[in-house]
């Protein structure tokens, strides 16, 4: 083993946190190799008492703050989540010379501009492989491997509670708060799910992926975003029998207008590979100008699948003491914002489902409507009423339209009356 | 831009030679910017014309090796394939002190193991991101974002020839040779496309994704090859009946007996996301003992994808001056050849297709066959006749069973008698 072994502290011992404990003692031979010099746990910093859990030689502080503090430290491993206690733990491990490997999304979404300057101001590499997609590899893909190519688009599913969900509804016709509850029991979903169900925990790490593939600083406030709440078993049948599946994406797609970020349930073709990742999987889909299309998919989240990333970033470190070169592939300074293109500016083509009064005429006026905004028809079912009920369902798939046109065209629609309350309006991508 | 430029010799001017060069001039300023310094093809070695094509301002040489012998070099990039002179340019490039960037799959797999330690023993890097998979970042993946597993299986559709003569005979009844013909016609397949129909192609990948995995050197002799010559259409049918689909796979395998590789065709579930992977596109699916199952799958071939790999290799040298540790992620003497599995004892399940004569009897004494054996059947189907012939076939899919064991059934079988003469025998892998 070639030179002085890498001294790490690992602030934080959730599942994550004891899972990257357990690689680095239990494999250290192997993990050592393949850094090229001794790996060694030598603080770890945890508000909780885990006495039953085996951190080798390692310091044990209460403080975090003494992990950042301590010159017998070489990286420090942020693993406590949240943007507070984490926020200032980070910033005053790199003032102390120290590397930083993170998982947390939130923190790098939020934070990132400020964290990677001063990483790059202190000479010190910050890693967070693990805050995107857990086990799998989209920031290094992104980082290094897509680096000849103009990235296009980013296209995935970045919630795995979220995909979880969709798509237990979606294959067993099970409810919402049903599956969600199961979600929670089984570990997938936090005590308070909101980030998963509302989109922002997808939202934040479009966030860093945009970022990354197309040289723009993190704009957490960035995406427009749309929940899996919004989705209805009713829209997840009529979609499957369209040849469509939903999925909630996150997309961050460049144009020469600007940028698009959005993070939404999609109806997507069934035979695309996006479609076919269920449960906890993320998956993710880079467009590049050389490459084409390219897809990564594994295990979004669970601890040894998000400590395999951890490592992975702090046996970069150990390779690399003279560092990677900058943490978005560009220094911090050369990343300029592009214009985000608004929402209601977004194009696509629209799944809409109404109901209308069965009377001579509804259907063309209504199809008028939208034809008068210029929105054509790909295709239009007509449902049969649900028993004792008069109006008949219609779901219809439109060409591309911008979403103030939809959404105007819809307005209109229900202003005319002959209609049921009940609508759904979801965006489809075909990515071809 | 810091530090100096750096300078870049192309070898080979095929497709992918011309598409590496335009990333390099053409998006000049992105790749530069990500390189951290100024990236200048000085020198372009190509036996033939293209007068037609701009090499900005590099010198253009006949021999090949002037490229290997100019000082004005800091990188060569090798794009001319074969393991003739493509390896006496390579050994004549480090001696010189050059980084080398290579997509020669066939070297790697053949002289890998002298070249690695040439390159480290010269303190240069050799870059081969390119010899599998085309654009998709695998070489990088298993080296550096898998370093914290012990992987224990890679298996892949890694031959996208073969892929797409398969996937078109199944999705469309066609015939392997017209196929064929069209392939070659898209100029998916070589004028001699012996190596991708045999297998020959698939076994050189390989040995180099398990060499990886699994940090043992290199072996092109090592896997059992099975090309896709192999498969009738009558066998695509009938596993699709059965919820399969037929895919022509590398799998290298790491148990406490040893490693198993072996490239060839294999019946896999259809919900399996290996499945769907169609066409030219190449997948690999790697299992780690953290991250579990990770799939990534993209254009294996094609200049501009290859370049895509090539150039992010080249944009690593850049980005590493100082090394980015040993090629194969172990320095070359801390790899460890580990027993080859050989073929007959290599286990899995089995699609076996014969033709029975109807009498009564005979099924339940090939059954028996099977059973003496220890072979038991997971499903067995008796089909109609085809037309103006007596013989029935048959089809049976067996739970887990020896090589050498499932072709003594068979041999039993056929020395039985009452069985037509033809027969097909495929591996079956569920990959649960």
Redesign the interface.
Known sequence: MSGEALRIGVCGVGTVGL?TID?LLL?SA??S????KDLKVTHVGARRDHADHDYGDARVSRDVMDVARDPEVDVLVELIGGTGVAHDLIKLAIEQGKHIVTANKALIAEHGNELFALAEAAGVQLGF?ASVAG???II??LR???????VKQVAGIINGTGNFILTEMSSKGRAFGDVLCEAQALGYAEADPTFDIDGTDAAHKLSILASLAF?IPLNIDGPVKQGIDTVTPTDLDYAAELGYRVKHLGIARQSKNGVELRVHPTLIPE?K?LA??DGVMNAVMIS????????????GA?G??T??????D???VA??S?G??PAM??PAA?LNAKPLIPSGEIASEWYVRLSIVDRPGVMSHITKLLADRGISIESLVQKAPESGRSEVPIVLLTHMAAESVIIDAVEAIKAFGEVGTEFALLRVETFE
């Open positions: 899972a690689i494999q192997m993990v190799a393949r850094a090229g492989e086990g799998i590899p290094k893909a290094e491997s897509m680096a000849a190519n103009e040289g035979h590979q076919t990742v590049g100008s050389a490459v084409g299309e390219v897809v990564l998919a594994g295990p669970g040894p699948a400590a395999s990333s951890v490592c992975a702090i046996i970069e390779r690399h003279n990677t070169g592939g560009l050369e």
